[in-house]
Structures are given as structure tokens and as C-alpha cells.
């Protein structure tokens, strides 16, 4: 059953899939995008803050956008996403690792009706990414859910 603006309620959390990191995939994603030491050059990241390589946040980010498209918005019973209108609050609270696999939860923070397009409402949506127990990236994201009287 699809999910429509009337279907979430504040606090809901959904679950959006899961994805393992690997070690090629960090280091070309951060070679096209964020060319730092610490996620190209294993070497060159023991010397860093980090230790080791770890995956640029960026990619954390992408990441996250993929599962919480393909396994929240996209699947069968997915939301009635209508698009997206930004992001706000990315924090990064630890690093990703090669090998690590990440976990995203998406939790409806905030809903409102347009007052101006009968077919729609406004979703803010906190997702959170864990490995493990470990909670490394949060991000809030609006977007535009078609309401259910809308495909009645």
C-alpha cells in the first residue's frame, strides 16, 4: 500500500535498507569527488585524524539518498513522493569504514497540508545512518508527499 501524506504521522520510523561499503568503492567515489589523503591513499590515511581510510562524507550522504529513494520511496508500498525541496542539519558523527554496512531509518519529523495545492503536503523527514549500533550521519530532508484525496 503506498504511503500517503494522510498515512504518516510525527514520530513514525521507517526503515530504508541497508548497504556495505567497500574499500574501491570509497576510494573512487572520493578520486572523482573529495580527493583527500584520508580517502584515496591507505597509506597517507594511518597519518590522518582517522587512522585509516574512511569514506568521505559526501559518499555517506549519496549513499543514504540512494536506499532512502530506491527502499522508501521506490519499493511497492512505497511513499507518494512527489520530489524533494532540500536538505538542512547534515551532520557527520563518525567515520565510515571499507566494509562497514550501513543501516538507514527515515523518521517523519514534521508534516504540514499546502494551504495553496490541494493535492499535496510538506514532509520533513530526519534520516538517521548507523553501522552497527553506531550512529554516523543525520540529515533532515523536505519533501513533497501527494496526498491520498488526490488519487481518489
Same mark, same amino acid.
Given at each position: 500500500?503506498?504511503?500517503?501524506?494522510?498515512?504518516? $504521522?510525527?514520530?513514525?520510523?521507517?526503515?530504508?535498507?541497508?548497504?556495505?561499503?567497500?574499500?574501491?568503492?570509497?576510494?573512487?567515489?572520493?578520486?572523482?569527488?573529495? %580527493?583527500?589523503?584520508?580517502?584515496?591513499?591507505?597509506?597517507?590515511? #594511518?597519518?590522518?585524524?582517522?587512522?585509516?581510510?574512511?569514506?568521505?562524507?559526501?559518499?555517506?550522504?549519496?549513499?543514504?539518498?540512494?536506499?532512502?529513494? #530506491?527502499?522508501?520511496?521506490?519499493?511497492?508500498?512505497?511513499?507518494?513522493?512527489?520530489?524533494?525541496?532540500?536538505?538542512?542539519?547534515?551532520?557527520?558523527?563518525? %567515520?565510515?569504514? %571499507?566494509?562497514?554496512?550501513?543501516? /538507514?531509518? /527515515?523518521?517523519?519529523?514534521? #508534516?504540514?497540508?499546502?494551504? $495553496?495545492?490541494?493535492?499535496?503536503?510538506?514532509?520533513?523527514?530526519?534520516?538517521? /545512518?548507523?553501522?552497527?549500533?553506531?550512529? /554516523?550521519?543525520?540529515?533532515? $530532508?523536505?519533501?513533497?508527499?501527494?496526498?491520498?484525496?488526490?488519487?481518489?
Amino acid at each position: 500500500m503506498t504511503l500517503y501524506f494522510e498515512d504518516l $504521522s510525527i514520530g513514525d520510523r521507517h526503515g530504508a535498507g541497508e548497504y556495505t561499503v567497500t574499500r574501491d568503492e570509497i576510494i573512487a567515489f572520493a578520486e572523482q569527488f573529495d %580527493p583527500q589523503p584520508f580517502h584515496t591513499d591507505e597509506e597517507a590515511a #594511518k597519518d590522518s585524524v582517522f587512522g585509516e581510510l574512511v569514506a568521505s562524507g559526501l559518499h555517506t550522504l549519496c549513499l543514504s539518498v540512494r536506499l532512502f529513494v #530506491k527502499e522508501f520511496v521506490n519499493r511497492e508500498d512505497g511513499l507518494a513522493n512527489m520530489g524533494g525541496l532540500g536538505m538542512d542539519d547534515l551532520r557527520w558523527h563518525a %567515520p565510515v569504514r %571499507p566494509g562497514e554496512t550501513l543501516r /538507514v531509518e /527515515v523518521e517523519v519529523a514534521e #508534516k504540514n497540508p499546502s494551504e $495553496s495545492h490541494d493535492d499535496r503536503g510538506y514532509v520533513e523527514f530526519e534520516r538517521h /545512518v548507523y553501522t552497527d549500533d553506531t550512529e /554516523v550521519m543525520t540529515v533532515r $530532508s523536505y519533501n513533497i508527499v501527494r496526498r491520498r484525496s488526490a488519487v481518489e
